[in-house]
């Protein structure tokens, strides 16, 4: 039904199979720092104008791939569709970033939610369709949804949030109330991603953008227990291929164990933790993603092809990496400093790669 894919090398990767070059992308790559991005989006009209027309989110998911040698596309949307596909009326402020016409605050309100289906989200499997065919086989396709966690801290604060008052209260003081918010919504997630999956995405990407804003307790609970019941409902295998999924959560170096514990097939990693002793303390059950700071971008190419051999020296011998910014591009960044970056990452991981080592032990043995 699709065509034939040239450059499997990220799957490779995710799934720990050789590979002759560590893969690279980079999370929210298309984006405002492209100008071809502001351009799509001023002919759109406006950024969800991009998101709901096909033609558009295909248009933008490859302007990246156009300017750099990515391993990997990611379905241009937003992790915000599925509240708006709940009723809640998602719209964006200029300069204030997304905001929600009916916010999530008692137990009336939960109880009036709907459940999401992937069939309420039309658009976004219309959108991953039109994407995979127009890939031609290029690189994978990458789809991606919200934690449930995440979620619900727009739903509930009505926007992005830095104290986390009204969600935070709610745990604290209605805990079952917000827990019958997450269940709502890991079902919703899991017919969600498994849709984009059925419509031809060849990955997924859970983002617990905020999951690191919990106690370890908290986290466990109210995060990573409803990201489990995603990973237990998700099609791990479609027209005969495995699907990898990777789990984000950013501060959520503390609780990699547990993560790898749910099932994923890699961890995304940001910047605060430590690439070597993340494989030395997980390397065996997971790959693992990331985890450059996205400012190196700000400097220049000596400083970021010093930076990228970091994280490649990091991680050392071996396929289970694919590199990636610790988290999202930054809309500052001048579109020519990712091109060193990727192309670092080719030219300066191949000695990794030419002989394969299955884990740090047989490495120590090796001259
Ligand atoms: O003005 C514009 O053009 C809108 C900016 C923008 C873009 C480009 C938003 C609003 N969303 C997106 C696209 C997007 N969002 C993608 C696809 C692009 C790609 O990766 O190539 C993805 C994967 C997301 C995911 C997303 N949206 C997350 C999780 C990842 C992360 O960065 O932590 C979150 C938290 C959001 C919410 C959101 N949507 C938009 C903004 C500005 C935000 C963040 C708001 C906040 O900080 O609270």
């Not at 933008?60 to 509240?83: C, K």
């Not at 919703?188 to 307790?217: C, E, H, M, R």
Request: aromatic share 10%; glycine share 8%; charged share 20%.
């Amino acid at each position: 039904m699709f065509p034939e894919l040239k450059n499997d090398r990220f799957l490779r990767a995710l799934l720990k199979q050789p590979v002759d070059t560590t893969p690279v992308w980079m999370m929210r790559q298309a984006g405002r720092y492209l100008p071809e991005y502001r351009q799509s989006r001023a002919t759109a009209g406006d950024f969800l104008s991009l998101c709901k027309n096909d033609a558009f989110a295909c248009e933008v998911t490859l302007q990246p791939l156009e300017r750099y040698d990515l391993d990997a596309a990611i379905l241009f949307s937003d992790i915000l569709t599925v509240p708006d596909a709940m009723g809640l009326g998602l719209y964006f402020e200029t300069g204030e970033g997304p905001k929600f016409k009916h916010v999530i605050r008692s137990a009336a309100d939960v109880e009036a939610l709907p459940i999401a289906k992937a069939s309420d989200l039309d658009y976004v499997m219309k959108a991953v369709t039109t994407i995979r065919h127009a890939l031609n086989g290029r690189v994978p396709l990458i789809g991606f949804s919200g934690s449930p966690w995440t979620l619900a801290t727009y739903m509930v604060e009505g926007g992005s949030s830095k104290d986390f008052r009204h969600i935070k209260g709610m745990m604290y003081s209605q805990p079952d109330v917000l827990h019958a918010l997450l269940n709502k919504l890991a079902i919703s997630v899991t017919d969600y991603l498994n849709g984009q999956i059925k419509a031809g995405a060849q990955a997924v990407q859970i983002f617990d953008t905020w999951g690191g804003v919990l106690s370890g307790p908290m986290y466990q609970q109210f995060s990573l227990m409803y990201m489990r019941q995603i990973m237990d409902g998700l099609i791990r295998e479609h027209e005969g291929r495995k699907i990898p999924v990777i789990m984000f959560t950013k501060n959520g170096g503390q609780w990699l164990e547990n993560m790898a514990a749910t099932g994923p097939d890699a961890l995304g990693l940001d910047w605060t933790t430590d690439m070597a002793e993340a494989r030395a303390r997980v390397g065996d059950k997971v790959a693992l993603q990331g985890n450059i700071d996205p400012c190196v971008l700000y400097a220049g190419k000596d400083v970021i092809e010093r930076e990228v051999a970091a994280v490649l020296e990091g991680f050392g011998h071996g396929t289970g990496h694919v590199f990636n910014l610790g988290h999202g591009i930054h809309q500052f960044v001048d579109p020519e400093r990712p091109k060193y970056l990727i192309d670092a990452v080719h030219e300066l991981s191949r000695p990794y790669h030419e002989t394969q080592y299955d884990d740090l032990d047989a490495l120590n043995g090796v001259e």
